[in-house]
């Protein structure tokens, strides 16, 4: 089968990773923002295959600041954003962001959820890795709540993510990459209502899922949408 319908079984539309962030400049532009005036932030995850999705972004938008921690949680919270803030040119009394934060997961050419190869390497790997460990200790009905000093970002990830899930549930990777996808958007969502000035700065949040196919990367694009002057508006993607 090939990865296009493959990928339709699990999301209702994906593009290429180049694709996605052409779109979304392209709408963009439409409102404002162009690689000139606009700083673009990242909040991915650490792993090197989703990396392509930044060089990407580098591509289009120049050198984006990085939010990002294990399974591109945002725990860079208001001070991570308060320094990215500060940080675009200001053209029309206007400074310009776009956040981009997407969890990751992987499908393999079967369809299997979870899989992945690596270069060099025999057999199979998983993405997202610290999503999968969580889901794991999930299944094992043994999740540790206590703060690991020596595994931090990990342990944010199991206190923050047991929010979102019902007691007792335990929800596949697929569920729980979705699940994630909502809560860094939340997040991302909670801390720019505190930190941005919208009198100030104009910006847009850009969320979804990037998927690992089994030939390149996707990505199923969730709320994707720009704040100008103070107005919410979709972008068509
Ligand atoms: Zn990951």
Redesign the pocket.
């Known amino acids: 089968m090939d990865t296009a319908k493959i990928l339709t079984k699990f999301f209702d539309k994906t593009y290429t990773e180049i694709e996605f962030i052409k779109k979304t400049y392209e709408a963009l532009r439409q409102l404002g923002f162009n690689d000139e005036n606009s700083i673009a932030a990242t909040c991915i995850?650490?792993?090197e295959i989703?990396q392509s999705l930044r060089s990407i972004i580098k591509h289009m938008w120049g050198e984006a600041f990085n939010l990002s921690s294990?399974?591109?949680m945002f725990f860079a919270g208001k001070t991570g954003l308060a320094a990215a803030m500060h940080h675009a040119p200001i053209e029309g009394g206007k400074e310009r962001y776009v956040f981009y934060a997407l969890p990751?997961i992987a499908i393999d050419a079967e369809g299997h959820i979870g899989i992945c190869k690596r270069m060099g390497r025999e057999g199979e790997s998983v993405?997202?890795?610290?999503?999968n460990a969580f889901q794991k200790e999930m299944a094992g009905g043994r999740v540790n709540l206590m703060m690991d000093n020596e595994d931090v970002e990990q342990s944010l990830i199991r206190m923050r993510l047991l929010r979102e899930i019902p007691y007792g549930h335990v929800p596949d990777l697929l569920e729980l990459t979705r699940i994630t996808q909502a809560a860094i958007q939340a997040d991302l969502e909670n801390t720019i209502t505190k930190v941005v000035d919208v009198k100030k700065s104009n910006y847009a949040v850009i969320t979804g899922i990037q998927i690992h196919g089994a030939d390149i990367n996707y990505i199923w694009p969730s709320s994707c949408y720009a704040v100008v002057d103070g107005e919410r508006i979709s972008l068509r993607v």
């Open positions: 995850c650490r792993d989703s294990l399974a591109g990751h993405a997202c890795g610290a999503l």
